[in-house]
């Protein structure tokens, strides 16, 4: 079945790492990604990770994924105000006409001074 | 590439009114993508197109909504008549695997 889920909220300070979490329930997902929506704008892609990697670093950004445990995480270095926003994690399922994903509920962000 | 266009940005009707939202994909991506935004919901996928052609509309409310996609480059959704539980933010997003959002129509119904 499909599912994705994520807490709602987490607070950091300015300079803090944050982690944000993710557990999803379709093994046979191909891809798993994260977006950031900031007020009154559309997703953007943050970054991704194929389901065979346990590991990806962009920049700032870590992503970890835990396939046993289907758990994936987005880590934040240093974070800034700039940082806050809702934060999606999404899995990609292939079917007969492409790949569909399915969001968590999203994670909103908040970076305190 | 100006990425997914959607217009228009906002729209505001009347409960009854047809409403129709427009959306050109990024040149090249052959999977299209409905979705609509709440606060009560979140994001949820109504239909998705792939190279033109609808293959899983089973997200669309009911009868209401129809999406079309009469080309690679434009796709509608249209909600006739339009109810206030409608109101939302519907974004479109293309993508040939990874999906590529556009900034959202925001509807008011009144």
């Known amino acids: 079945g499909e599912d994705v889920e994520q807490s709602l909220f987490l607070s950091v300070r300015e300079g803090d790492s944050s982690v944000i979490n993710c557990t999803y329930t379709?093994?046979?997902?191909?891809?798993l990604y994260w977006y950031k929506q900031e007020p009154g704008a559309g997703l953007q892609l943050l970054t991704y990770?194929?389901?065979?990697?346990d590991m990806k670093q962009d920049q700032r950004l870590t992503v970890l994924l835990n396939k046993k445990d289907k758990h994936l995480s987005l880590r934040i270095a240093d974070t800034q105000t700039g940082d806050s926003a809702i934060y999606f994690c999404?899995?990609?399922?292939?079917?007969?006409?492409?790949?569909?994903?399915?969001f968590g509920t999203g994670t909103q962000l908040k970076v305190e001074l | 590439d100006a990425g997914v266009i959607q217009s228009p940005r906002h729209e505001v009707t009347e409960m009854g009114q047809e409403v129709t939202l427009r959306c050109k994909p990024i040149?090249?991506?052959?999977?299209l993508f409905w979705y609509r935004q709440t606060m009560m919901r979140g994001l949820e996928l109504l239909i998705y197109?792939?190279?033109?052609?609808?293959?899983?509309d089973s997200g669309m409310p009911e009868d209401r909504f129809s999406a079309k996609m009469p080309n690679a480059s434009f796709s509608t959704l249209k909600i006739q008549p339009s109810e206030p539980r409608d109101s939302a933010v519907y974004f479109c997003?293309?993508?040939?695997?990874?999906?590529?959002f556009g900034p959202g129509t925001r509807l008011l119904v009144l």
């Open positions: 997003a293309s993508g040939g695997g990874t999906q590529y």
């Open positions: 379709d093994s046979s997902s191909t891809y």
């Open positions: 990770i194929f389901s065979n990697m």
């Open positions: 999404a899995e990609s399922i292939p079917t007969g006409g492409g790949n569909k994903l399915t």
């Open positions: 040149s090249g991506h052959n999977s």
């Open positions: 197109f792939n190279n033109n052609v609808p293959i899983d």
